[in-house]
């Protein structure tokens, strides 16, 4: 078992910063692929961002490319997801989630992820 807890989010005005965090514990492995994914009210998840294990491949959404920043801190068992120029439409329950493999499908496919954290709320006021 994994155990995902994301943590960073709030409230913040249109155009400010955050740095979103899922530390991992329990059956923890570097080797894991890990993303971000959102979901806003009314609306279905969506794929955010994405980083192997090595972070040598990282995915982002189109919507967020060049705002948002994914790393991960392997000695940490954590990842992070840096947020720029936030927008309104940004405002969404923020998940993290970890892709435990051996064959990694494609990174934006919720599918492929076998463990999820509860969500962070990140709310962006106009």
């Known amino acids: 078992q994994v155990q995902l807890i994301e943590s960073g989010g709030g409230l913040v005005q249109a155009g400010g910063s955050l740095r979103l965090s899922c530390a991992a514990s329990g059956r923890t492995s570097s080797n894991y692929r890990m993303g971000w994914f959102r979901q806003a009210p009314g609306k279905e998840r969506e794929f955010v961002a994405a980083?192997?294990?090595?972070?040598?491949?990282?995915y982002y959404a189109v919507f967020v490319k060049g705002r948002f920043t994914i790393s991960r801190d392997n000695a940490k068992n954590t990842v992070y997801l840096q947020m720029n120029s936030l927008k309104p439409e940004d405002t969404a329950v923020y998940y993290c989630?970890?892709?435990?493999?051996?064959?990694?499908?494609?990174?934006?496919?919720?599918?492929?992820?076998?463990?999820w954290g509860q969500g962070t709320q990140v709310t962006v006021s106009s």
């Open positions: 980083i192997s294990w090595s972070s040598g491949n990282i």
């Open positions: 989630a970890a892709d435990t493999g051996p064959v990694y499908g494609p990174a934006h496919l919720g599918d492929e992820y076998d463990y």
